[in-house]
């Protein structure tokens, strides 16, 4: 296992503006990725963090929305921007240690948004 | 495609009975399955998964499942509930071959009761 953090834990924010949310992992890692969870509904990818490159984008998750950075294999930012009230959710990033294993997730981010 | 169904969006048990949380699957070929467990304002948590072999697989805090090919099943068991056990359950799925990103169900609450 590995230890992750999330910082922030949670925030309130305004309509329109953005927020980032950083990802740090005790350990080095190649995959990992950046979910939503909306109230009262399951975990949606948004996009697998890859080291050095673009993030690749699930259907309906866009760059320009949620612009992911992975500078390195410990650390990750997922920005929302351009916020609205529907971008209210808890986001959460996780990690895979091998494409068999199973995935290891952060303690979220809970966002409100005004 | 893959999918997961939850039936149950809230199941009730009282502490010291056995309790079940249901999970179906719909995949390509062979499944990967996998049961995590999240605590209020926490992320999720690794419970047990079934790659290949028996079809009884236990995990952490003594829960286990059993994978039923024929039914397309997977089912969470404890013998024992506690009051502790209480938390968001879900089920995840994805094929052996192919893409290793899982597909959440939508979650199932369960509450023990004392």
């Known amino acids: 296992s590995a230890v992750i953090s999330q910082k922030p834990s949670r925030d309130i924010c305004q309509r329109g503006t953005s927020l980032t949310i950083q990802c740090q992992v005790d350990?080095?890692?190649?995959?990992m990725f950046w979910y939503r969870q909306q109230p009262g509904q399951s975990l949606t990818l948004i996009a697998t963090?890859?080291?050095?490159?673009?993030?690749?984008?699930e259907s309906g998750f866009v760059i320009d929305k949620f612009p992911i950075s992975r500078p390195n294999l410990t650390f990750s930012t997922l920005t929302v921007s351009n916020m609205s009230p529907e971008d209210s959710s808890i986001y959460l990033c996780?990690?895979?240690?091998?494409?068999?294993?199973?995935?290891?997730f952060g303690p979220g981010t809970r966002l409100t948004v005004l | 495609a893959q999918s997961v169904a939850q039936p149950e969006d809230q199941v009730n048990v009282a502490e010291g009975n056995p309790l079940t949380v249901k999970c179906t699957y719909s995949?390509?070929?062979?499944?990967?399955l996998f049961w995590y467990v999240q605590y209020p304002n926490r992320g999720l948590q690794f419970l047990l998964k079934y790659i290949t072999g028996d079809n009884l697989v236990k995990g952490s805090y003594g829960f286990e499942a059993e994978f039923n090919k024929s039914q397309t099943s997977f089912h969470l068991k404890k013998p024992s509930a506690l009051v502790s056990d209480s938390a968001l359950y879900f089920c995840a799925v994805r094929p052996s071959g192919g893409s290793y990103i899982p597909t959440f169900g939508r979650g199932t609450s369960l509450i023990v009761h004392p």
């Open positions: 350990s080095q890692v190649t995959m």
């Open positions: 995949v390509s070929g062979n499944p990967y």
């Open positions: 996780s990690l895979q240690w091998q494409p068999d294993n199973e995935q290891f």
């Open positions: 963090a890859n080291q050095g490159s673009e993030a690749t984008y």
